[in-house]
């Protein structure tokens, strides 16, 4: 599975951004998917997570109402709408793909039960 995120930039606070995560190679639709993201300096961060239907969906505290990820199974694509950005928000963001969960309505928050990752995209929020 190959992951390529998009959709990064600069944006001043307060300001949207809707990232898109796209897999080839092979469907992800039975995979959990989730975003993480690293800022200069600090340890790679969970974000958003979804199940495979999207029937769950999980977020860390500091994005929780301003943050919303969603998938198109169909179109192999996963999509994390951020809002009202902040410039705490500003680092790498990485999609990843968790095929462990197979049908189950669960996603993992923990970059270590993701086994397929993108490249990342930069995402810049200015003050």
């Known amino acids: 599975v190959q992951l390529q995120a998009s959709g990064g930039g600069l944006v001043q606070a307060g300001g949207s951004l809707r990232l898109s995560c796209a897999a080839s190679?092979?469907?992800?639709?039975?995979?959990?998917m989730g975003w993480f993201r690293q800022a200069p300096g600090k340890e790679r961060e969970f974000v958003a997570a979804?199940?495979?239907?999207?029937?769950?969906?999980y977020y860390a505290d500091s994005v929780k109402g301003r943050f919303t990820i969603s998938r198109d199974n169909a179109k192999d694509t996963v999509y994390l709408q951020m809002n009202s950005l902040e410039p705490e928000d500003t680092a790498v963001y990485y999609c990843?793909?968790?095929?462990?969960?197979?049908?189950?309505?669960?996603?993992?928050?923990?970059?270590?039960?993701?086994?397929?990752w993108g490249r990342g995209t930069q995402v810049t929020v200015s003050s």
């Open positions: 990843a793909a968790d095929p462990k969960y197979g049908v189950l309505e669960y996603a993992s928050l923990s970059a270590k039960s993701y086994v397929y």
């Open positions: 190679g092979r469907t992800i639709s039975s995979y959990a």
């Open positions: 979804i199940s495979w239907k999207g029937g769950s969906t």
